[in-house]
């Protein structure tokens, strides 16, 4: 089965304090995966994927096979990060994606 | 570049009528999605066009959902009857490619808020 599980609702951080949200999928084979923001009032918008390795507004993503999961990290939270955040895991037929239930990061100051 | 247009953006109905809702994609997009956010949800794969045809319609409701992509360019979602576990906010997405989603590059829309009563 083609799943993504985002096990928090809701993160909330202190602006400098490292953050991970925390994916994890299930999947055959090879997965894409990818997180999703939405910043409040604006539209769900690429952040990053996996397979680019980049590092975008200081996240970053690493994929680890062994533990199924998809960790989204920033070093130190900025309350600009304070948005909706979806993992995201390319289907089998490659055609189209499937999310998780988001998490929520607040980040206060 | 324009952005993903949907309407109406908002939209309250009593159960048991029909509702309908329009996308239109980036130009050029040939990929166009309808996805169903329900609240405290991810957003959920409703349909998937390529052009005018329809790519995975596996999760579709076809009951009561029916969705068309006539000329390969705007598209409509349509639910007749409504019920309750209707209410959601539907968002739809396009992809310059047939295989954008696999880049991630999915453009959505603001979406459209369905309230059932």
Known sequence: AQ????????????KGAPVELKCNYSYSGSPEL????????????????HISRESIKGFTADLNKGETSFHLK?????????????????????????FGKGTTLSVSS | E??????????????R????????????????????????????????????GVVDDSQLP???????????VDSTLKIQPAKLEDSAVYLCASSLVPGGAKEGELFFGEGSRLTVL
């Not at chain 1, 070093?75 to 499937?98: H, K, R, V, W």
């Open chain 2, 62 to 72: 076809k009951d009561r959902f029916s969705a068309e992509r006539l000329k390969g």
């Open chain 1, 3 to 14: 799943r993504v599980t985002q096990p928090e609702k809701l993160l909330s951080v202190f």
């Open chain 2, 17 to 52: 009528q029909s509702v309908a809702f329009w996308c239109n994609p980036i130009s050029g997009h040939a990929t166009l999605y309808w996805y169903q956010q329900i609240l405290g949800q991810g957003p959920k794969l409703l349909i998937q066009f390529q052009n005018n």
């Open chain 1, 34 to 49: 990818f997180w999703y923001v939405q910043y409040s009032r604006q539209r769900l918008q690429l952040l990053l994927r």
């Open chain 1, 74 to 98: 920033k070093p130190f939270a900025q309350e600009e990060d304070s948005a909706m955040y979806y993992c995201a895991l390319l289907n089998q037929a490659g055609t189209a994606l499937i």
């Open chain 2, 2 to 15: 324009a952005g993903v247009a949907q309407s109406p953006r908002y939209k309250i109905i009593e159960k």
